[in-house]
Structure formats: structure tokens, C-alpha cells
């Protein structure tokens, strides 16, 4: 299986993206001081994935979109390579996972591995050396695990994305989803630990030989056991901080259109309850929003969005309510904002 062929080009990590997921949530709002006007953005700092030119670098900005700073290397000029994306606090805020290409920056090195490093960008060390597509790190609860989505390169016995978690010294390595022998081809991603710790919710495509994708989020117990599919045509879920809701993107609704080199579903921001019930879209553009993120305090949902852009595909940061009302863009950037996760 081609790292192409799932969607997994940095360029357009959106994707869980290629598989077009989509949610939205109506904007209705009576009266009074919505969730997204109501302050809670004096607390914590958002990390996230800026893409120039194909290139990806981590940031930080403040929740107000300000006070931007780098984190990782500025890619060459004219380079066409994935560079660093998928940044994920840990838990005491003191580090920050992510994905890297490390220095690679040819069109045939887009090897991805995971890191660490300090808030501050400083004292980087690479948690794993496969050779092929490490992404997506999620930091456990208790800061002594990540999990990571895991694709073996083309060609070899078994080349379905798997969740993986290791300690997070990189050590003690488990795969924790497994496939069964079928002709479909099957890509597990964008891991997510429960606040209790006791299980992850992720994202699944399944592609079938004749040409059908099938999306959901499904959870399954740390130790690997008890796999079940929680919402259906649904992906990118994360957590409230108290475990009683999840947030997610999902093009259920067929709202809009999405095209580049074809055309694809635009995915709105949704959120239901902890048990996957209750789904509540947030979000109603017909632009394609996803990568939704939780503030601390639970009363905002930060989401990326070309819905300021639509013919030239620019996504930026914005956040909404966690009652779908006051959606607000955080940056105005001539690059891509993406993968927004805060502290």
C-alpha cells in the first residue's frame, strides 16, 4: 500500500482527509453570551502544523492566534517533503510529540518518524527509526505512553496502518489493532486516549477492492482487547478533557464540495456524547472543516477551515463554541494553519 493512496502526504494531512470526513454544527445561538465569546482563552498555548510550500514546521501561538513562534526547521526553498506535523502536548505541557521527516527533504524521502521535544523546540530526540510512516503521536493520561499510527511500507506482508503505543522513551512497543487476512486494505490513524486512560478512540478507512471506502471511529481497550466501532462515517475524534464528549469531523451531511486534483465531500465539525451517541453538528459552511481540538476548559473546539479561501484552499485556525455558536478565525496567514492541539 502507497503512503498516496490513504491520504498520508503531509501536504494534505487533513486526511483522514483523503477518505473526505466532514462535520458541521449549526451556528444557532439565543440570545445571551455564547461559549466562543465567553472567554476561556486566557489559559494555555496551541501548538500547531504550519505547511509552506509542501513543507511542514511546528509552531506555538497564543489562543487569540498571536504570539507566533517556530519550532522546527524552515524547509529549503522549493522543497517538496513532509518536514515536522501532528504535534501533541504531554500531559504536564513540558513536551510536545510529533511526526518528522527528520532531514529528509527529497521527493523519495518521506519516511516519517516520531519525536520529542521540549516546548521550548529544544532537546529533540527521535522515538522511532522504521524507515516508513510513524504519525499521528497521542500521549496517554499519565505521560508514560504514545500512541501512534503505524504503516508498514509498501510491498510487505502486512501493509494495513495499525495503532501502535510504546513507552515514551520509545521503548515497549505494542500494536495494539490488528487486520484480519481480506482483500481490503485498511488504515488505522489519528489515535486518541480516553481522559481515564482506559481506552483509545481512532480513525479507520477501509478500502475495498472495488473501489469503496468505508470511515469510522472506533475504540479499543490499551491492552489491545475489546475493539468496537463507536460512530460511523466519522474520523479525527478527540476527547473532552472529562471524557463525557468527543468531537469529530465527518462528511455525513454531503454539505459541500472540496476539490483539488479531484473532488471530495467537505467534512463538518460534529460532537457527541462519550459513548458516541447523540451527535451534534457544530459547524455549517460548505467549506471542509476538521482537526478539531478542545480547549482546557472544555467551552471551545479549535478547527481548521478554507472557508475564508475557498477557490485557493488556504486553511486556517478558528474556533467554535462546544454549543456550535460564535465561530471565529484565530489566524490570517499566506500559509497553511493545520493541526491545531492545545494545552
Not at 481506552?199 to 481497550?221: C, E, H, K, M, N
Not at 481540538?293 to 472557508?307: E, K, M, N, Q, Y
Amino acid at each position: 500500500m502507497r503512503a498516496e493512496r490513504i491520504g498520508v502526504d503531509l501536504r494534505r494531512r487533513a486526511a483522514w482527509l483523503a477518505a473526505g470526513l466532514a462535520s458541521i454544527v449549526l451556528l444557532v445561538g439565543c440570545g445571551g453570551e455564547s461559549d466562543a465569546e465567553a472567554g476561556g482563552e486566557d489559559a494555555g498555548t496551541i501548538a500547531l502544523a504550519v505547511s509552506r510550500d509542501g513543507f511542514s514546521e511546528i509552531w506555538l501561538m497564543s489562543p487569540d492566534g498571536r504570539n507566533r513562534t517556530r519550532l522546527t526547521e524552515q524547509g529549503p526553498p522549493d522543497v517538496d517533503a513532509s518536514g515536522s506535523a501532528s504535534p501533541a502536548w504531554s500531559p504536564d505541557g513540558r513536551l510536545i510529540a510529533y511526526s518528522s521527516s527528520g532531514e529528509a527533504v527529497e521527493e523519495d524521502q518521506r519516511d516519517l518518524e516520531i519525536y520529542v521535544m521540549r516546548a521550548d523546540g529544544s532537546e529533540r530526540r527521535r522515538l522511532t527509526n522504521d524507515r516508513v510512516l510513524d504519525m499521528a503521536p497521542a500521549w496517554s493520561p499519565d505521560g508514560k505512553r504514545i500512541a501512534f499510527a503505524h504503516v508498514p511500507a509498501a510491498g510487505t506482508e502486512d501493509a494495513d496502518g495499525t495503532i501502535v503505543v510504546m513507552d515514551a522513551d520509545g521503548r515497549g512497543r505494542l500494536e495494539l489493532t490488528r487486520h484480519p487476512e481480506t482483500p481490503d486494505v485498511v488504515f488505522d490513524s489519528d489515535p486518541a486516549w480516553s481522559p481515564d486512560g482506559s481506552l483509545i478512540a481512532f480513525s479507520r478507512a477501509t478500502f475495498t477492492p472495488d473501489g469503496q471506502v468505508r470511515v469510522g471511529i472506533y475504540t479499543i481497550d490499551r491492552t489491545g482487547a475489546g475493539e468496537r466501532l463507536l460512530i460511523e462515517d466519522a474520523g479525527e475524534p478527540t476527547w473532552s478533557h472529562d471524557g463525557s464528549a468527543i468531537a469529530y469531523a465527518s462528511v455525513r451531511d454531503r454539505f459541500g464540495e472540496t476539490c483539488f486534483h479531484d473532488c471530495s465531500t467537505s467534512r463538518e465539525i460534529y460532537v457527541a456524547e462519550g459513548d458516541g451517541t447523540n451527535p451534534r453538528r457544530l459547524t455549517t459552511s460548505e467549506a471542509d472543516d476538521h482537526s478539531p481540538a478542545w480547549a482546557p476548559d472544555g467551552r471551545l473546539i479549535a478547527f481548521v477551515s478554507d472557508r475564508s479561501s475557498r477557490d485557493d484552499h488556504e486553511y486556517e485556525i478558528y474556533v467554535v463554541g462546544a454549543d456550535g455558536t460564535g465561530v471565529r478565525r484565530l489566524t490570517t496567514n499566506d500559509v497553511w494553519d493545520l493541526e491545531p492541539a492545545w494545552r
